[in-house]
């Protein structure tokens, strides 16, 4: 037995984890057939040694085979569903895309200009109809206020589907290989007219009743609820719907460590789990109570799940917690990190790809880190006081889930909440009593007057809930922001964090030489970074639709220049923008009035910078004038003076075209700049312009 992961279903999610993390990051490692054949061998090899040999290493050599099958067929597993992905057929049209028909596989979602729905290709039409197969992510404009397709409905959309591109500028988020686990690889921004309603829904199955029933939930909130933002919470914290809460409420809720209470996962499945415990413990004194409480519990999560429209999220947490019902019959016979290594090892093997999911690697790093070290952290103060004794358990259990889930934060979200502890005192209890009050809401909305008052309850309370995150959020230093750390500094963060409490656990000096040592190499990549990145000086033309972005970076100073409604759009400064500042630790953002080394010239705006001239022509008629010379000329909405030939003594090193250039216009400008051996870059066709010093 392997007595250093002394649980037995622990051992074999680990494996195979790795397995499927291998297939992930090393695709092409091992082909398919090899993979298959050497998970047989192993296979193999571990019965025949298992049943026909006889020893006391049997057993440690049987495990280690045993472990190493099961890693490759995790390793098998993604890599023959990566292939059946991979025959999407949308990947094999040579010609123009007409128009073509597809399922919706969604709930149309909301964005700030358009409607996100996703389809399902069922056929499409080039020169003839043909059938075909694929997955598309359809923005439909918000000409309109509302969409009328539904999940399961049949609709016809005209125009052609295109490949998504990778990220157009250095550190923004790669939506691509995330919509790729998904088995999505196409998306189409259409208007509403190219959108057309065909027919309902055939074959309505459970999903499909099931986002029905969502629907009428949500109306039946937003009916007893009022208020906006209450009715946006309200959906969130009780069906998962975060589409309607305001920006400025929804940075409050990250800046005070709640953001997690606005997805419906882990946390409300389990007080929905201990809600119910604690109503069904009059039944312990009978035999029987166990496995009654077990179905019991099974069937009120799964139809939870079912009213929230069985969301990602919800399931994963669902089917956790379903694990953990089911083992609590057996008493001591189970063990709780075996439990949940089961439930994960089962959501894997139903989709691999959810180990990238941000959503299942928090829940379970929370869950396990509350089950390790809530009990230990709760132990180290002993309170008389019931009242006291409470607010010390709830503190245990954030402090618990925030230190397993610390260096995960880091990277996924770059900032750490400083008051988590104070706001959590008041989320954790809040959250639960809108929770059970939103169920209980639409468990009486047949009876109107009682509905109307528990909504006028929870209104109240979710108004508290908001004004107390507000609150905390405008506490001095309440967020530390704009961190950076790579993928394998949290892996080192998380080695010094296992280190720390094993050194507790076991009290042996070699796990402190093992954090020291992590420490050092995490401070010393650091330091890395911050030679390379922060002290380097960097001038990026960024690549963004329709817009002009130039930002000028030295020594976590920014200098940017942007169009005015640019300025005013926070949601893509912050997609498209904000990555590359915190990767160069940009603390102060200067607007293009505050630019020291900015100049006008006849028209011209001139930047010297490192030794380098950057040129912005700022009028429509700005002629070039004698012995011109400029390092960089940035060509900004189609100003680019003339077609004729330049006069020799104009001098132009680069030729750069920003967002806001016509398609028509940057081609003939393309062609120019050829005939006069200027070099260009297109940022809408190359990506963004990146220049280091």
């Not at 999220?313 to 956790?320: C, D, E, N, P, Q």
Request: charged content about 15%; some cysteine; aromatic content about 16%.
């Amino acid at each position: 037995m392997l007595k250093w992961i002394p649980y037995a279903m622990v051992r074999v999610a680990a494996f195979f984890i790795a397995g499927v993390l291998l297939a992930i990051y090393l695709p092409t490692l091992l082909p398919p057939w090899l993979s298959i054949s050497l998970s047989a061998i192993l296979i193999s090899f571990y019965f025949l040694i298992r049943f026909l040999v006889a020893g006391k290493m049997t057993g440690l050599v049987t495990g280690v085979i045993g472990l190493f099958a099961i890693g490759l067929l995790g390793y098998t597993h993604l890599s023959l569903r990566a292939n059946r992905q991979n025959t999407n057929q949308l990947f094999e049209v040579k010609n123009e895309i007409e128009s073509y028909t597809a399922f919706v596989r969604s709930t149309p979602e909301s964005k700030s200009k358009s409607w996100k729905i996703e389809v399902e290709v069922n056929a499409i039409k080039t020169t003839t109809w043909q059938k075909a197969t694929g997955r598309v992510l359809l923005y439909v404009s918000k000409n309109r206020h509302d969409v009328a397709w539904r999940y399961g409905d049949q609709i016809m959309i005209y125009g052609s589907p295109q490949m998504l591109k990778l990220p157009a500028n250095p550190g923004e988020f790669d939506f691509k290989r995330f919509l790729s686990f998904k088995n999505i690889y196409h998306q189409q921004y259409v208007l509403p007219h190219q959108v057309k309603w065909i027919a309902g829904t055939e074959q309505k199955g459970f999903i499909y009743y099931s986002h029905r029933v969502r629907a009428w939930a949500l109306r039946k909130l937003n009916t007893y609820v009022e208020g906006e933002q209450e009715q946006a919470i309200a959906a969130a914290l009780i069906l998962g719907v975060t589409e309607g809460i305001d920006t400025d409420l929804l940075n409050a809720y990250a800046s005070s460590g709640a953001m997690h209470v606005l997805a419906v996962s882990g946390l409300h499945v389990g007080i929905i789990y201990a809600i119910l415990l604690l109503l069904l413990r009059p039944l312990d004194r009978f035999a029987w109570s166990r496995w009654a409480v077990a179905i019991i519990s099974l069937i009120f999560l799964w139809v939870f799940a079912f009213v929230t429209g069985l969301s990602p999220s919800v399931l994963r947490a669902v089917v956790m917690f379903s694990f953990v019902a089911i083992a609590r019959p057996f008493g001591t016979r189970t063990n709780i990190y075996n439990t949940l290594a089961a439930s994960a090892f089962v959501l894997l093997l139903y989709n691999p790809y959810l180990i990238m999911s941000v959503g299942f690697q928090l829940s379970y790093l929370a869950v396990i880190g509350i089950v390790y070290l809530q009990k230990p952290i709760y132990n180290l103060w002993e309170l008389e006081n019931r009242m006291w004794d409470w607010v010390w358990q709830i503190t245990c259990v954030s402090i618990a889930a925030q230190v397993a889930t610390f260096s995960l934060g880091l990277l996924y979200f770059h900032q750490f909440p400083v008051y988590f502890l104070i706001s959590n005192l008041f989320v954790i209890p809040l959250s639960t009593c809108i929770l059970v009050l939103g169920i209980l809401v639409l468990a009486v909305s047949i009876f109107s007057p009682l509905a109307i008052l528990v909504g006028k309850t929870l209104t109240w309370i979710i108004y508290f809930l908001n004004w107390t995150v507000l609150t905390t959020e405008r506490l001095p230093f309440s967020l530390i922001g704009n961190i950076y750390i790579s993928t394998l500094q949290c892996w080192l963060l998380m080695g010094v964090l296992v280190s720390v409490i094993l050194l507790f656990k076991f009290r042996t000096i070699w796990w402190m030489y093992s954090a020291a040592l992590l420490t050092i190499l995490f401070s010393w990549l650091q330091w890395q970074n911050f030679q390379e990145s922060f002290i380097a000086r960097q001038f990026v033309v960024y690549s963004i639709p329709s817009h002009k972005a130039y930002e000028f970076t030295q020594e976590g100073h920014s200098y940017f220049m942007a169009d005015s409604s640019l300025l005013q759009d926070e949601e893509r400064i912050r997609f498209h923008i904000r990555p590359n500042r915190i990767q160069h630790g940009v603390t102060q953002v200067h607007q293009m009035g505050q630019i020291p080394f900015r100049k006008f010239v006849n028209g011209l705006e001139i930047f010297v910078w490192q030794q380098k001239s950057f040129g912005l022509i700022s009028h429509k008629n700005y002629k070039f004038q004698t012995n011109f010379k400029i390092d960089y000329l940035m060509v900004s909405e189609n100003l680019f003076p003339t077609f004729r030939k330049l006069e020799e003594s104009v001098q132009i090193g680069a030729l750069i075209l920003d967002g806001t250039n016509a398609r028509s216009f940057s081609s003939k400008l393309r062609k120019f700049a050829k005939m006069e051996n200027i070099p260009t870059y297109d940022v809408v066709e190359q990506g963004a312009f990146i220049l280091n010093d």
